[in-house]
């Protein structure tokens, strides 16, 4: 099966940086890439995903780069807010299945 | 849309009992997908579903666990008997594969904790 690997497994900034989490597959059939967040309590959520056919994508503070020949995907948020503290996941598409997470925390 | 719908929120058991956790799907997708989620081991696929019909249960972890979808509105995963190594939050999440975006959606998990 796909493996999907994170890193890094804890990431810590101050309010008003930015964080980047790096997410590599194996499967080099992959078309789509996407990220996930899950707060205390919560289930995990979709906050951004991009297909193989772009580079980048941009949703106001966050953003996902692809680099197909590297296989490898990151998750970038500018701005980082003490709300962006969280568990953050990347999943291979085929049948989700998901890296093992990194917890950002967001120091006010 | 109400999203996922999980149910209950919490169970608490003693070792082998029968647990029954419950899911409803967002309607109109066609997927569904039970995950399990430890410190250990992280969010691990136990079984996924498309158009009511198990495509693949690799995931299960032993015949203890299993899981069902009578319909399109309904999916039940089962534990019998429960052991505390069961203890851990299970998720149900759907999707359509019709979606431009084939992203899933999540309940909120059903946190179990067998005594």
């Known amino acids: 099966g796909e493996n999907v690997e994170q890193h890094p497994s804890t990431l810590s900034v101050q309010e008003g940086d930015s964080a980047v989490i790096k997410c590599t597959y194996s499967d080099s059939a992959s078309n789509y890439f996407p990220w996930y967040k899950q707060e205390l309590g919560k289930g995990p959520q979709l906050i951004i995903d991009?297909?193989?056919?772009?580079g980048e994508k941009k949703d106001q503070r966050i953003a996902v780069t692809l680099n197909k020949t590297a296989k490898h995907f990151s998750l970038h948020i500018t701005e980082t807010q003490p709300e962006d503290s969280a568990v953050y996941f990347c999943a291979g598409r085929h049948i989700m299945r998901f890296g093992a997470g990194t917890r950002l925390t967001v120091k006010p | 849309d109400a999203g996922v719908i999980q149910s209950p929120r919490h169970e608490v058991t003693e070792m082998g009992q029968e647990v029954t956790l419950r899911c409803k799907p967002i309607?109109?997708?066609?997927?569904l997908f039970w995950y399990r989620q430890t410190m250990m081991r992280g969010l691990e696929l136990l079984i996924y579903f498309n158009n009511n019909v198990p495509i693949d249960d690799s995931g299960m972890p032993e015949d203890r666990f299993s899981a069902k979808m009578p319909n399109a509105s309904f999916s039940t995963l089962k534990i019998q008997p429960s052991e505390p190594r069961d203890s851990a939050v299970y998720f149900c999440?759907?999707?359509?594969?019709?979606?431009?975006?084939?992203?899933?959606?999540f309940g909120s998990g059903t946190r179990l904790t067998v005594v």
């Open positions: 309607s109109g997708h066609n997927s």
């Open positions: 991009i297909r193989s056919n772009v």
């Open positions: 999440a759907s999707s359509s594969r019709d979606s431009p975006n084939y992203g899933y959606t």
